[in-house]
């Protein structure tokens, strides 16, 4: 079984902070990871995408991977109420689709 | 009109009835999904086209059959649902290997 771990939250910060989204795996062989951002009623919209160690920033998104450790992670800078919503994390594996975490639902408080 | 575009939007079934979800991508994608999202449960992969041929099958029931007559759509067959059935189902599309997937606005399905 392929698992793809997150905290379910939910993660509450204030308008303003970092938020931090953290994501880890078990299948060694998966080698693209991806951040979705779903709200309420709606489908997942890919936010972030990374494939290599390190960090990748992308306006007030960065996400971060450490394959040797299985993990990846997602920050946002300067939350905003409007980035309230479900995080998935999934990544690739074996076969031809990917595998997706449960999320983590982030709220961002005024 | 571009994306994944998926019809209808929320479908209510009785448990005897045949119905059938659509999806259309604009995108030029080789590859096709359906996905399954239940509350509090991970994204459930359940079919996958690659060039129109099917490639995964997730041990999927049978009351679900997928169809995919060429690469720009795909359709999922429902008949003799149970309630456990009722979810959001996505049809998603990719360009293939470790590309990412463009989802669809789903189908929310409520089997009575």
């Known amino acids: 079984q392929k698992e793809v771990e997150q905290n379910s939250g939910p993660l509450s910060v204030p308008e303003g902070a970092i938020a931090s989204l953290n994501c880890t795996y078990s299948?060694?062989?998966?080698?693209?990871f991806f951040w979705y951002r779903q709200y309420s009623g709606k489908s997942p919209e890919l936010i972030m995408s990374?494939?290599?160690?390190g960090d990748k920033e992308d306006g007030r998104f960065t996400a971060q991977l450490n394959k040797a450790s299985q993990y990846v992670s997602l920050l946002i800078r300067d939350s905003q109420p409007s980035d309230s919503a479900t995080y998935l994390c999934?990544?690739?594996?074996?076969?031809?689709?990917?595998?997706f975490g449960k999320g983590t639902s982030l709220l961002v408080t005024p | 009109e571009t994306g994944v575009t998926q019809t209808p939007r929320h479908l209510v079934m009785g448990m005897t009835n045949k119905k059938s979800l659509k999806c259309e991508q604009h995108l030029g994608h080789n590859a096709m999904y359906w996905y399954k999202q239940s509350a509090k449960k991970p994204l459930e992969l359940m079919f996958v086209y690659s060039l129109e041929e099917r490639v995964e099958n997730n041990s999927v029931p049978s009351r679900f059959s997928p169809e995919c007559p060429n690469s720009s759509h795909l359709f999922l067959h429902l008949h003799t649902l149970q309630p456990e059935d009722s979810a959001l189902y996505l049809c998603a599309s990719a360009t293939g290997g470790v590309s990412p997937l463009h989802f669809g606005n789903g189908t929310r399905l409520t089997v009575t």
């Open positions: 999934a990544l690739t594996g074996s076969g031809y689709a990917l595998n």
């Open positions: 299948d060694r062989v998966s080698q693209s």
């Open positions: 990374i494939y290599s160690n």
